[in-house]
């Protein structure tokens, strides 16, 4: 069960602007922990896509964007392409566990 | 370029055992943190074990803690990961992944995966 809730799935029509939450709590980014956002096409392994709570790594573009407010974050995706449907998933660090690396439940982006 | 190359999963029967490696070339093995990550078919992401540059600092998830064992030769530049008492809900693809950054780290690069099964 993961500490990090982001939506199941949330969709958009090429050209629009779509959102995903990744909500925590206080003993994870709450508590100051940066926030980073991965990428997964369908039968592929995962790809840094936003780090630091806004970076991002070269070569991805700045269709994508990253903050953080609070016990929550958030990824952007403005100007929607049929490619970017996949699976996104935020990451962070805990201390109510056995402390270490957490990742959000995941979010399906459709292109409609 | 970095590149990770996991090998060694197969069709386990519950209760057994079996090593997962994962070759790291092009960037310098022995300067970085390393992670192996799973994924079970059909959901996400979940952080298996985490080991220092020089092996000395080693986490393992509550849910694998006391079965597995991350390892690294630097000198071969490969990371390992020995899993025992396997259990059904073992069951996913493992990645091993290079971490960098700030705090936490992130994951900035990533294998293609091995899978391990399970099953009787």
């Known amino acids: 069960q993961s500490v990090l809730t982001q939506p199941p799935s949330v969709s958009g029509a090429p050209g629009q602007r779509v959102t995903i939450s990744c909500t925590g709590s206080s003993s994870n980014i709450g508590a100051g922990y940066d926030v980073h956002w991965y990428q997964q096409l369908p039968g592929t392994a995962p790809k840094l896509l936003i780090y630091g709570n806004s970076d991002r790594p070269s070569g991805v573009p700045d269709r994508f964007s990253g903050s953080k407010s609070g016990t929550s974050a958030s990824l952007a995706i403005t100007g929607l392409q049929a490619e970017d449907e996949a699976d996104y998933y935020c990451?962070?660090?805990?201390?109510?566990?056995?402390?270490?690396?957490?990742f959000g439940t995941g979010t399906t982006v459709t292109v409609l | 370029q970095v590149q990770l190359v996991e090998s060694g999963g197969a069709l386990v029967k519950p209760g057994g055992s079996l090593r997962l490696s994962c070759e790291a070339s092009g960037f310098t093995f022995s300067d970085f943190h390393m992670s192996w990550i799973r994924q079970a078919p059909g959901k996400g992401l979940e952080w298996v074990s985490h080991?220092?540059?020089?092996?000395?600092?080693?986490y393992h998830a509550d849910s694998v803690e006391g079965r597995f064992i991350i390892s690294r030769d630097n000198a071969k530049n490969s990371l390992r990961l020995q899993m025992n008492s396997l259990r059904a809900e073992d069951t996913a693809v493992y990645y091993c992944?290079?971490?960098?950054?700030?705090?936490?780290?992130?994951?900035?690069?990533w294998g293609q995966g091995t899978l391990v099964t399970v099953s009787s």
């Open positions: 992944a290079r971490e960098t950054g700030g705090y936490p780290r992130d994951f900035d690069s």
């Open positions: 990451q962070s660090y805990d201390t109510s566990l056995g402390a270490h690396y957490v």
């Open positions: 080991i220092s540059p020089g092996g000395s600092t080693i």
